[in-house]
């Protein structure tokens, strides 16, 4: 997805070149876009794992290098968000915290949400059963 994204900077540029040289206008909302898709693949590249889970907690990346941890019972709700729209179905793992909201979808986790939700769902059984008896 990273190169994806900087070959659509790349491309934006050579079409405004390409069809809009005497436009400011043209150029300036290019340079705009082209930078987007630049910070978007330099976050993809800088920061490629966007979620870690484990028995005690979620670590989820916020921004580009800012890492929050999250303990289980911080965490207020774990699900899938599926919508289907013009034919086509997105989903996104939603984790729900005190105060945040955090969204990933199958690029940001590398992986298919309803798999990850699964093993969020293990981890997170895991922690309560160790919590229920902590002599395990």
């Keep these: 997805m990273p190169v994806t994204k900087g070959l659509g900077a ?4 050579v079409l405004v070149f390409a069809f809009g040289r005497d436009d400011a206008v043209q150029w300036v909302l290019a340079g705009a876009v082209a930078l987007g898709l630049a910070v978007w693949a330099l976050r993809d590249v800088v920061a490629p794992i966007r ?15 800012r890492r929050r941890w999250l303990p289980w019972p911080e965490v207020e709700r774990v699900r899938l968000d599926r919508r289907v729209r013009l034919g086509l179905t997105a989903e996104l793992l939603e ?7 955090f969204l990933f979808s199958m690029h940001d986790l590398g992986a298919d949400p309803q ?3 699964a093993e969020l769902e293990e981890l997170r059984t895991q922690h309560d059963k160790a919590a229920e008896d902590p002599a395990a």
């Design 10 to 13: 790349v491309a934006v540029v």
């Design 51 to 65: 979620l870690a889970a484990d028995t005690t907690g979620v670590t989820v990346v916020a921004g580009f290098r």
């Design 95 to 101: 984790i729900d915290a005190d105060d945040a909201l």
């Design 115 to 117: 798999d990850v939700l």
